[in-house]
C-alpha cells in the first residue's frame, strides 16, 4: 500500500470537497452558528443546534487556520460558530445547554450543573 498516495488523497477529498461543502451549507448566515443536519446536496433538514455540534466546528476551523493555512474564510467561519456559542449556548455561568433552536433559543438540558429539562 501506498501510504504517501492514500494520505494526498485523503487531503485532497478533505480540502476540496469536504470543506467546501461545509463552507456552503452549514454557515447560518441569518442567526450565527451552523446548521449541522444536512443532506448529501447540503439542504437542511433540521435547524436545532447541538452544542457538542457547534463546539466541533468552532474547533475544527479553529484548527485548520492555526495549523494548516492561513485562510480568512475559515477563521471566519470559526469567529461566527464562536460568537454564536459565547452568546447563546450557556446560562451566563458557561452550563451548557445541549441544544438550541436556530436563533439561539434552548431546546435542551444543560449539561453541567444545570436544572432538569
Not at 35 to 48: A, I, P
Amino acid at each position: 500500500m501506498d501510504f504517501k498516495k492514500l494520505a494526498n488523497q485523503y487531503k485532497d477529498e478533505l480540502l476540496n470537497n469536504v470543506l467546501p461543502f461545509w463552507l456552503e451549507h452549514s454557515q447560518d448566515h441569518e442567526f450565527g452558528g451552523y446548521f449541522t443536519c444536512l443532506d448529501r446536496e447540503g439542504n437542511v433538514f433540521d435547524t436545532d443546534k447541538f452544542i457538542w455540534l457547534q463546539g466541533r466546528e468552532v474547533w475544527l476551523f479553529s484548527m485548520l487556520y492555526n495549523k494548516v493555512e492561513k485562510k480568512q474564510e475559515w477563521l471566519d467561519c470559526a469567529i461566527q460558530g464562536g460568537e454564536f456559542l459565547k452568546k447563546y449556548g450557556h446560562d451566563g455561568n458557561y452550563h451548557w445547554y445541549f441544544s438550541l433552536d436556530r436563533a439561539g433559543n434552548r431546546t435542551g438540558c444543560q449539561r453541567d450543573g444545570g436544572s432538569a429539562c
